[in-house]
Every structure is written in structure tokens, then in C-alpha cells.
């Protein structure tokens, strides 16, 4: 497994060691031992999800606040995204600011995105199966939306026309009015 940080270094990007031939691949999606040595974090995942999404639809930017902030190791297993993390602790020299990678079925990368991050994608093929593990369980009461495409954050979205959105995402708060952390 190879581990990079991206531009904001508590957003890791993960390749994992895939073992083809000619009859298809293997690869390890997650490993905790693996996963701490290479990262040097201890994690528990409570939950796992999968969602599948159709072509132009934007997810996001969702989080939850503490007690029930939410760790997301992702991972597309069909069709590809454009997944961005975007910082939203107060204190961190990276607040406000976002990282966006590719993640597809074809290239099998990972993103860490710890608490404290809201989260999106883009799907950018016909269709997408999203997989992610959180570190804590959903909970309706502390979940909370950004504006996807809030000018002061200014994610640079792959689109090619108005994304497919849902309606709590459409009206989600730009990051002035946003609940953040400490």
C-alpha cells in the first residue's frame, strides 16, 4: 500500500497493492494492521456504506459534528468520482481550504478523510457504487451540510452542466454560516 498526503497532510490518499493476470485482480480494500502501519493511525470503523449514484450527480458536502464527528476511508468500486475533502476545523492552518482526487474502479484508490472534514463527490461516469467506512455511526441529529459550491471554499468541480443534487445539499449553508469544529 502506498500512502500520500495531499495537499491538506491529514488527507491521505491510499493505492493499494492490486495483484492482476490475465484472469482479473486481487487486492486488499482495507487491512487494519496494514492500514496503521502505513498511516500510523489506530482506527476502528463502525459502519460501513454504499451508495450507487447516476452520472452528474453531486453528493455533498456532508459531515457530523462531535460527539459523533465522522472518520471516512472511501472507495469507488464501479464507475469513477471526483471526491473532495473540504477543512472545516476552526483552528487548523488548512481551514476553509479543500482537496479533490479521482477515484475509480479502474485506478482502486482510497481517501482518508478524518473528522472534522466535510465530504462530496461528483460522479463522472454513467454510474458509480461509492463504498465508505466511518469511524462512528450515522447520527441524523449531529449530520450537517456545506454549500457545494460556496465561492469562498471555490472547489473547482469537474462539470460539464448543473449537477443533480438533493434538496438538503441545494440549501446547505456556505461555510460563513456553517457549524464548525474547534
Known amino acids: 500500500m502506498i500512502v500520500t498526503a495531499t495537499a491538506i497532510p491529514d488527507v491521505l490518499l491510499i493505492e493499494p497493492k492490486v495483484f492482476g493476470d490475465e484472469r482479473g485482480y486481487f487486492f486488499e480494500s482495507f487491512n487494519a494492521r496494514s492500514f ?3 498511516t500510523g493511525l489506530n482506527l476502528a470503523f463502525v459502519q460501513d456504506n454504499h451508495s450507487r449514484s447516476a452520472q452528474h450527480v453531486l453528493r455533498g458536502l456532508h459531515y457530523q ?3 459523533k ?3 471516512k476511508l472511501v472507495l469507488v468500486v464501479q464507475g469513477s468520482v ?8 476552526r483552528h487548523s492552518p488548512s481551514f476553509g ?3 479533490g482526487h479521482g477515484l475509480s474502479a479502474d485506478n482502486k484508490r482510497q481517501l482518508w478523510i478524518p473528522p472534522g472534514f466535510a465530504h462530496g463527490f461528483l460522479v463522472l461516469s454513467e454510474s458509480a457504487d461509492f463504498l465508505y467506512k466511518t469511524t462512528d455511526y450515522y ?3 449531529h449530520e450537517r451540510n456545506l454549500l457545494w459550491n ?7 468541480w469537474p462539470l460539464d452542466c448543473p449537477p443533480i443534487l438533493a434538496r438538503k445539499d441545494a440549501a446547505a449553508p456556505p ?3 456553517a457549524d464548525l469544529f474547534p
Open 175 to 177: 461555510l460563513a454560516a
Open 150 to 156: 460556496d465561492p469562498e471554499i471555490g472547489i473547482d
Open 97 to 99: 481550504r479543500w482537496v
Open 69 to 71: 464527528a465522522q472518520g
Open 65 to 67: 459534528l462531535p460527539p
Open 82 to 89: 471526483f471526491d473532495v475533502a473540504v477543512d472545516l476545523r
Open 36 to 38: 496503521a502501519r502505513a
Open 139 to 141: 447520527s441524523p441529529e
